[in-house]
């Protein structure tokens, strides 16, 4: 099996910055192409970011310019780094790796989500 977990989520000032954490691990031959998505109580899942193996980079247009996004492919790992965060970006933010697995097979694999809050 693989596990996607994230991390780093909390509570922050509109302004603020806050970076989230995803790690991926199991039985993980190689992972594809890595996304942030987020929903908000009530809306629907929005795509905020995705990155290829190759580090080519995609970005939803409300995000574009205060959010980076990154991986370490050596540590199976994703990065989200937000800054001038607003209280719209208030949501469960859901990393989801898309994996091929070392029996061979592609699926894709979704973390439990972080929480971000932007509140003064």
């Known amino acids: 099996q693989v596990s996607v977990v994230e991390s780093g989520g909390g509570l922050v000032q509109p302004g603020g910055s806050l970076k989230l954490s995803c790690h991926a691990s199991?039985?993980?031959?190689?992972?594809?192409?890595m996304f942030w998505y987020r929903q908000a109580p009530g809306g629907q899942r929005e795509l905020v970011a995705t990155i290829s193996s190759g580090g080519t980079v995609k970005y939803g247009d409300s995000v574009v310019g205060r959010f980076t996004i990154s991986r370490d492919n050596a540590q199976n790992a994703l990065y989200l780094h937000m800054n001038n965060l607003k209280p719209e970006d208030t949501a469960a933010y859901y990393c989801m790796a898309r994996v091929t697995t070392t029996l061979n097979y592609e699926r894709d694999y979704w973390g439990q989500g972080t929480q971000v809050t932007v509140s003064p």
């Open positions: 199991g039985i993980i031959r190689s992972i594809e192409a």
